[in-house]
DNA sequence: TCGTAAATGGAACAACGCTCCGCTTCACTT
DNA sequence: AAGTGAAGCGGAGCGTTGTTCCATTTACGA
């Protein structure tokens, strides 16, 4: 649900289903492309894992840009839907919790990315923010609340709070070996499940 | 003065004049280039712009932050030396102001690139903000006081203020002909300027 | 004046962005 | 089911840029 048909409303004529088809696996290739190679990844790599030429990559994103915006909305989507899910199928709410933050991370990649292949739109970024924020914010609330409610994790973190906190550890990074933001960010769940004989 | 020669100190061997010449000519012909086609000028187009073959620039700056910053910091002392030169040759020290305001903001281009290609160091970007800072602050108070003084200007601004005014106002242009921060800075020197008819 | 090492220039290679067009595949009509 | 128009596709090819490399030139000390 939510993601709907992705158009601006009643199309005049329907897209081809191999269209359709296409700009999903573009979609999730480009993502698992941006979290390796960056967003300045060559267009042929994505192209490539996706098995599509590149052609079909600029007839569906005519720029770069274009590209990382629907990367972005798609993941904020995914990030969203694989909340409940994960809380759903997971044991513990706490490693639901942990697993979603990892999704997460992954998501920050792009939305970094995207501040710098954006800079001239900053109006739209500014949007796409506060669409990210309203769509995500509730989700790891729940998340929180379940572990917090289980006992898993200590109480008196707010969800934004969590989020803005993964988020600093995940900027400045460039292709640079020493930093690894997972490592940091494992530390801070680490700290927020707290001394386990607390409970 | 104080541009000294550049070099970390007692040098083991004297470089050759055609060198020290070269990266005299190269951190001009950079800078010149930057305010036109921006800091991802191509390489190729400051060599011919200084008259000399890429090899020279791979030698002197290996890599294109080593030239941004050389640039920078050559810019930093143009400033500074320019703001006594100015008022003492010129009449009216707000027509001073108005042209060493006007060496900054092609300075400020180079500078606003500086963080983009620099993303990666950023303690030693801070380190150049505050060389930045120290060395520039006073010039403008210089330049202000005597303009004040004179009562071409209205007093009761700082020089960090007027800076850092001039500074915000040359953000966030790219490539963007709709905006041109020249004339907003013109319009607010008009405004420090103040009615003529006050004095 | 002469030898040598520093310095130079630009050809050459590689990687990439983007375009363009012949071919393929879909969807709709009859 | 077969035909048909066009939407969609792939990838070769062109132009641009970063980066290397080395034959040649040039400055400086002896």
Request: charged share 25%.
């Amino acid at each position: 649900m939510a993601v709907a048909d992705e158009d601006g409303g009643a199309s005049a004529r329907p897209k081809r289903a191999d269209a359709v088809r296409n700009q999903q696996t573009l979609l999730a290739a480009a993502a698992e492309v941006f979290v390796t190679s960056g967003v300045d990844a060559p267009i042929r790599e994505i192209a490539k894992r996706a098995g599509v030429g590149m052609g079909t990559i600029y007839r569906h994103f005519p720029t770069r840009a274009d590209l990382v915006v629907a990367v972005y909305r798609h993941q904020v989507e995914a990030c969203a839907e694989a909340g409940p899910a994960l809380l759903a199928e997971e044991e513990s709410p706490f490693t639901a919790l942990e697993r979603w933050v990892d999704l997460f991370v992954d998501f920050l990649v792009t939305k970094h990315g995207l501040a710098d292949a954006l800079r001239s739109d900053s109006g739209g970024f500014e949007a796409l923010h506060a669409y990210f924020l309203d769509r995500l914010v509730p989700v790891c609330g729940q998340l929180l609340d379940a572990a917090v409610g289980a006992g898993e994790a200590r109480p008196g973190i707010e969800p934004y709070e969590l989020m803005r906190g993964v988020g600093n550890l995940c900027v400045g990074r460039d292709d640079d070996s020493r930093y690894d933001p997972r490592r940091l960010v494992d530390l801070l769940l680490r700290g927020l499940r707290g001394t386990r004989s607390s409970s």
